[in-house]
């Protein structure tokens, strides 16, 4: 029988798939002694049985049954009890931490006697109805589905009858009548009574958070977080403790390094006499932990060495949840802590350096994709640039980046306005889950209160995305579309004199806004952006970085950090890292960036602007005569893109693809020359002026070229083997550009590629024309020129006859793209804008595949091509050069499947080089890396 349940003491961390990672944490803390509430955890599976039966498994309730009996005995005390009642929290935990998008319910255990019974053990009345009715708030909104603003508008109006403004203010009596006004809700809301029997409240409860892993927000964020939808979220009954039992209690969230900026040294928010929840909504403002420490020093002191404990043993950050109970310490959660990516560079090379991880260890717990982050530009700090900006404010810093954009003050607008291609920035009071489609939208969040702990910091750095939060001076009016900037400190700090004549600042929908991540500034207007240190540093080196940070130790320590793993991912790596760039500049670029060659220089641009006319005369050309003298005109023109190509890759290896697209590209539209002719000819008619015969030429070609499926068409190595000349032009054009650079010293490594081979036959044609031009051209320069020749394997029928067709190649480049778009059938450009979104939605696809590799399909045939050419041909070199090769999951699938290079963008150029050097000492460290995602 499967067992769906586990105490603590039975878990450990190693088992988030089935107990979830707070649970396994949960376990885990309890295993090394820390003060953890007693309980137990339904696993996964339970919500897996869920989903795919629409009912909890019937052995679930037996083995509840069992492990509460077990919690009673340990505490001693009953669920519910009238006198001395067990309460617990039903808690929601998945495999991967979803901040917010999951439910929780407190209180459970609590009825019409047993409140008495918290109000005589607790000695708080207040505080046995508050618990109270928070249970009947939590369960009327989570379980039985009962709009929370009913709840809300309650408390409001009991506040107002009694003229207060704070939730503090309302007393026993208070409290109690709110509970019967909630039950009366809840029976009003659902049709039933509030349920009295606790046991009937847990059972519910269960229900309830299993089904929360399938609720519309809590899918949106899976998708955004590329967290599978089957893996279910797994439910924790924990023993209850109270935050809110006056001075001595409180709750707070801390981290054991500062996860902005990864600086050494605690960190975290206290929240004197609250529970649970308030801390991580933001709504309250909260306390330092230095503050904590005068306050209570002894808990103080247990967090801290409980903290120092969570860090030995994980030998990483870890953010925890506590509570401290009249007194006593509670750890609620822990989990190795999210981080910006900032951080995440600084702590693993801290780490490093007190000596509890190794550098493969540090490797791994840093992504590219972090990397591409601190890649991103910042605001301008120089004097100049500071002087033309205006301050509105500052709030503090979340998440880092520079944004600018359209101030927006809801969720849904965001998304609209991002949608049509605006830059919007959310600005709003505090967020809450539903305004994750608004966040996902913003280039940045901008929130007037709450902490780095609150929604909005967590979320946002967990996406990458610019955050300032807090800015107390805001006064955010969402119906009136506007913000207001208060000039002088809120009213309640005010002095008498009053600052007060100052102007306060009123931003309106859609003004712009620029918010700085790193610093909390908020500015009015577009602020100039600058490259980033790390930018700087990849670019020009670690002496430029540095004197870029100058004093500035954060950066300082970054660009060092960043130095050491990069330089150890690219001692480690196997896959070679080489760049797609067609010119020279880009090319300069790419290396610099560190690229060991081009993978992918795409020639057909070389075709374009006052050439078009060359390519038309090609096209137009009755005879082979005609076509050869437009071809030599070509020639040295392409023959210098080549020598200054070869000129900057000096000494590394260079790939040039043939032409690829279909020669139509190069002509007039059809319709447009149509329409031309046709107006022509129409004037011509009514005696105004002669049609031109080349239009009238060109428009039959056009017609006679027209094809109803281009990328099926004539194009790639077709197009080679039926327009007599054109890739003997490229080829010449290489094997001279070769031989100038050879006889100017150099040392060019050209490789030609041929884009587009279905049949070894096409390759081997190609390949003896290529033979005997090198041979040409090196008998006429007294040179040899043996140039490596190879295929793109873009097509399914060329993977699965890969090794034949090495028979005849040097080397294959897998053209990921065209091998995605032919062997699912999708137009590459028509797919993605059309029904992408539906298809993620409707579960076929978890992300496009033109992003990361479909190992299952796409990738299978990369796979199996491989290991036939290098069957066929053991010293093949092997690479991919579609957009795959600049995106951290296919690099280490590429690694995997034994490629030799894999060829991007220049700009992802470094985050290959730190991927390829993660996948080469990830396995050897299976198991060990971090869980943040
Ligand atoms: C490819 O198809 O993956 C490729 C690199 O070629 P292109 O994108 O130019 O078709
Ligand atoms: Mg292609």
């Known amino acids: 029988m499967t067992s769906y349940v586990q105490d603590f003491e039975q878990g450990d961390k ?136 009913r709840f809300e508008s309650a408390i409001d109006r009991a506040k107002t009858a009694k003229g207060v403004t704070a939730d503090v203010d309302l007393d026993a009596a208070d409290m109690h009548a709110l509970v019967d006004e909630f039950k009366e809700i809840v029976r009003a809301g659902s049709g039933r009574d509030f349920p009295q029997d606790p046991r009937e409240q847990m059972d519910l409860a269960i229900v309830a958070v299993l089904g929360s892993w399938n609720t519309d927000r809590a899918r949106l964020y899976r998708r955004k977080e590329r967290i599978p939808d089957d893996l279910g979220t797994a439910v924790n009954i924990v023993t209850m403790v109270f935050g809110n039992l006056g001075p001595t209690s409180g709750t707070g969230v801390a981290f054991t390094r500062d996860p902005a900026t990864g600086r050494t040294g605690d960190y975290g928010d206290y929240l004197p006499n609250a529970q649970g929840e308030d801390v991580v909504a933001g709504i309250r403002n909260t306390m330092s932990l230095a503050d904590m420490g005068r306050l209570d020093p002894a808990s103080y002191a247990d967090l801290r060495a409980a903290m120092r404990r969570l860090e030995t043993h994980y030998r990483d950050l870890c953010d925890v949840e506590f509570t401290v109970e009249r007194g006593k310490l509670w750890m609620l959660q822990t989990r190795v802590g999210k981080r910006t990516a900032s951080a995440a560079f600084r702590i693993a090379a801290a780490l490093v350096d007190e000596h509890l991880i190794t550098m493969d260890e540090a490797l791994v717990r840093v992504t590219g994709e972090q990397l591409s982050q601190l890649m991103f530009p910042q605001f301008a700090t120089d004097d100049d640039a500071r002087a033309g900006r205006t301050l509105l404010t500052r709030g503090m810093a979340a998440s880092p980046g520079a944004a600018v954009g359209r101030a927006v003050f809801d969720s849904a607008t965001a998304q609209e306005w991002a949608e049509r291609g605006e830059d ?54 969402p119906a009136a579309r506007t913000v207001t900037v208060r000039a002088t400190p809120h009213p309640a700090e005010q002095d008498p004199q009053g600052r007060a004549e100052s102007t306060d600042h009123v931003v309106h929908e859609g003004d712009v806004v620029a918010i700085d991540g790193s610093t909390g500034d908020v500015y009015l207007g577009a602020v100039p952006v600058v490259a980033s240190p790390v930018t700087t540093y990849l670019e020009h080196g670690l002496d430029a970085a540095l004197e870029q940070a100058g004093a500035d130790e954060d950066t300082r320590s970054l660009v060092v950090a960043v130095d050491r793993l990069l330089r150890h991912a690219d001692g480690a790596r196997r896959l070679r890292v080489e760049a797609n760039a067609d010119t020279a500049v880009d090319a300069r670029r790419a290396r610099r960036l560190g690229a060991q060659g081009i993978g992918l220089c795409r020639t057909e641009h070389m075709f374009l602007g006052e050439r078009r006319v060359l390519v038309e005369r090609v096209v137009l050309a009755t005879d082979d005569a005609e076509r050869g003298h437009a071809l030599d005109e070509l020639l040295p023109l392409q023959r210098a893109d080549f020598t200054d190509l070869l000129e900057v890759m000096d000494g590394l290896p260079t790939t040039i693809r043939l032409i690829d697209p279909p020669l139509h590209e190069f002509l007039p539209d059809l ?42 068409g004539l194009r790639g190595v077709r197009l080679g083997l039926v327009v007599p000349g054109l890739f003997a032009l490229q080829i010449r054009a290489v094997a001279e550009a070769v031989a100038d650079r050879r006889v100017a010293g150099g040392d060019p490594r050209a490789e030609i590629m041929v884009p587009l081979v279905g049949s070894v036959q096409e390759l081997r044609l190609v390949r003896e024309e290529a033979e005997e031009i ?41 053209g990921t793209n065209d091998l995605t778009q032919t062997t699912w059938g999708f137009s590459r450009d028509d797919v993605e804008g059309a029904f992408f979104a539906e298809y993620t939605t409707l579960g076929v696809l978890a992300v496009s595949p033109f992003e990361t590799i479909d190992q299952v399909g796409v990738g299978r045939l990369v796979r199996l091509a491989t290991a036939e050419a290098r069957a066929a041909r053991p010293q093949i070199t092997l690479g991919v050069c579609g957009e795959h090769g600049g995106d951290p999951e296919s690099i280490r699938y590429f690694h995997e499947v034994g490629l030799d290079y894999v060829s991007c963008s220049p700009f992802r150029v470094p985050v290959a080089r730190l991927e390829a050097g993660r996948a080469a000492v990830e396995g050897a460290l299976a198991g060990s890396g971090s869980d943040v995602r």
């Open 14 to 149: 190693e088992h988030k798939d089935l107990l979830g990672g707070k649970g396994a944490n949960l376990a885990e803390m309890t295993r090394l002694g820390l003060p953890v509430p007693p309980g137990f955890t339904i696993t996964t599976e339970a919500c897996r049985e869920l989903m795919r039966t629409g009912a909890v498994p019937p052995s679930l309730r037996v083995e509840v049954t069992q492990a509460l009996r077990r919690l009673e005995d340990a505490v001693g005390r009953h669920l519910g009890d009238a006198t001395d009642p067990l309460l617990v929290s039903v808690r929601s935990g998945a495999k991967f931490s979803m901040p917010g998008m999951m439910e929780t319910v407190l209180n459970i255990g609590l009825n019409d006697a047993s409140v008495h019974g918290l109000a005589a053990l607790s000695g708080d009345e207040r505080f046995a109805w508050d618990s109270y009715r928070r249970l009947l708030q939590m369960f009327g909104k989570t379980v039985l589905d009962i709009d929370g603003a």
């Open 424 to 477: 919007v920035v959310l600005v709003r009071r505090e967020t809450n889950p539903d305004d994750l489609g608004g966040m996902i939208a913003a280039v940045g969040i901008l929130t007037a209160r709450g902490g780095k702990t609150s929604h909005a910091a967590v979320v946002a750095r967990g996406m990458g995305r610019t955050c300032v939060v807090g800015a107390e001076a805001l006064d955010v009016d």
């Open 671 to 712: 319709t447009e020359l149509s329409v031309k002719v046709a107006l022509a000819a129409e004037r011509a008619r009514h005696g105004g002026g002669e049609v031109d015969a080349r239009d009238v030429t060109l428009l039959a070609a056009v017609q006679r070229m027209h094809e109803q499926n281009p990328m099926l």
């Open 774 to 814: 090198m041979a040409d051209v090196g008998r006429a320069r007294g040179l040899d020129l043996d140039l490596p020749v190879g295929g793109m394997i873009e097509l399914p029928r060329a993977a699965l006859t890969a090794g034949r067709i090495a028979e005849v190649a040097d080397f294959f480049s897998f």
